[in-house]
């Protein structure tokens, strides 16, 4: 079974840093695209962003300059840096992967993380 779990979320102060992870574990052939969704109170589930397996990124323009997603490819993990932040990024984290397993492609979610920017 495969399964992405997140870590990081918390309080932060308006202003501060926050550090997400996610992995993915189970029987995993490859992993294409791997992102970051935030769902707010109220509001429908948006991109925050994405990066392929060959490094390519995308933001959501509401996080350019403020957050960096990476991933490292051998251990199945992409993180997200986020900095600068704002109490309007409050919400739930998701990780998204596109991946295979053996000859299926999935698409998997994460549990979600809480995130919550004080002012």
């Known amino acids: 079974q495969v399964q992405l779990v997140e870590s990081g979320g918390g309080l932060v102060q308006a202003g501060g840093p926050l550090r997400l992870s996610c992995q993915a574990s189970g029987s995993i052939s490859t992993i294409n695209a791997m992102g970051w969704y935030r769902q707010a109170p109220g509001k429908q589930r948006e991109l925050v962003a994405t990066?392929?397996?060959?490094?390519?990124?995308m933001y959501a323009d509401s996080v350019k300059d403020r957050f960096t997603i990476s991933r490292d490819n051998a251990k199945n993990t992409v993180n997200l840096q986020m900095s600068s932040l704002k109490p309007e990024d409050t919400a739930v984290y998701y990780c998204?992967?596109?991946?295979?397993?053996?000859?299926?492609?999935?698409?998997?979610w994460g549990q979600g993380t809480l995130v919550t920017v004080s002012s």
């Open positions: 998204n992967a596109a991946l295979r397993v053996v000859l299926e492609w999935l698409e998997v």
């Open positions: 990066i392929t397996s060959g490094g390519s990124t």
